[in-house]
């Protein structure tokens, strides 16, 4: 009895000081920032270095708009309501390296990977009046035809690079070392590429393809809120993450 006791109080004494090595503990967490709702698994690979792998998304928020039309087909309206949302879900694998082998303080490197369109937009109202021209006619942005479909919708998406590598600092173990329960804050950015408005079009000759829009290709005859809100998107290359994390300790 007396030798179990003893070995128990090692045991107990080896997990509150927390000595990390390759896989030998297990933590859980949740988030909420600016990259969305997170979920994640942690595992040390030694006291200086831990790897997450995990999901984050946001919520589906939604805002319409109602855009001027550039046409002067008679078959084509003056404009159109437009419903966008947003459509952001992203894997993550991330290494926290401490330069400290007790304090919280660390630097973050890894990637998000995910769907690269993440706004879907799409007409709400109907732009064309003669629906035996649905499929067939499109609606003109700058020297090009976005294409609608046999109901006669128009898709247009948001597109930013898949693989999205993160750099950033934060501040909390991503499993705890003394306690079950810990919180941790972490700030960085994920590299986006540079966005662009991406759609089907359709050429004279009736051939289609998939062109991601500049914001230059646009000229003044367009709605100028989307020449304006894509030469805003252009700029943003990196996204800025800020969040809250809750972490814990499963064994």
């Known amino acids: 009895m007396l030798a179990s006791l003893l070995g128990t109080q090692h045991i107990n004494a080896q997990d509150n000081t927390a000595e990390y090595g390759i896989f030998n503990h297990l933590g859980a967490a949740v988030s909420v920032g600016t990259d969305g709702i997170g979920f994640d698994v942690a595992s040390p690979l ?15 928020i939604k805002f319409s708009h109602n855009f001027r ?18 459509n ?26 995910g769907n690269d369109d993440v706004v879907n937009a799409t007409n709400t109202s109907m732009f064309i009046t003669d629906p035996s021209k649905y499929g067939k006619l499109g609606l003109k942005l700058g020297d090009y035809r976005v294409t609608t479909d046999e109901k006669g919708y128009a898709h247009a998406d948001v597109k930013v690079n898949s693989f999205k590598p993160y750099l950033g600092i934060g501040f909390g173990r991503a499993i705890p070392q003394k306690n079950r329960v810990s919180v941790a804050c972490d ?27 500049k914001s230059s290709e646009l000229d003044e005859y367009d709605d100028p809120d989307l020449k304006d809100g894509l030469e805003i998107a252009e700029k943003i290359v990196v996204f800025p993450v800020i969040s809250i994390r809750i972490s814990g300790r499963i064994f």
């Not at 030694?46 to 998304?57: I, K, P, Q």
């Not at 759609?199 to 062109?211: L, P, V």
């Open 46 to 60: 030694t006291n200086y270095v831990a790897l997450r792998a995990g999901v984050s998304f946001w919520p589906k």
């Open 69 to 86: 039309i550039n046409d002067n087909n008679p078959l084509i309206t003056d404009n159109v309501d437009v419903e966008a949302k947003t």
């Open 88 to 113: 952001i879900f992203n894997c993550k694998l991330l290494a926290d390296i401490y330069p400290s082998k007790h304090d919280g303080f660390h630097f973050t490197i890894g990637a998000f990977v």
């Open 187 to 213: 700030l960085g950015v994920q590299f986006w590429g540079k966005p662009g408005l991406g759609a089907k079009t359709k050429d004279d000759w009736g051939d289609e393809s998939y062109h991601k829009f």
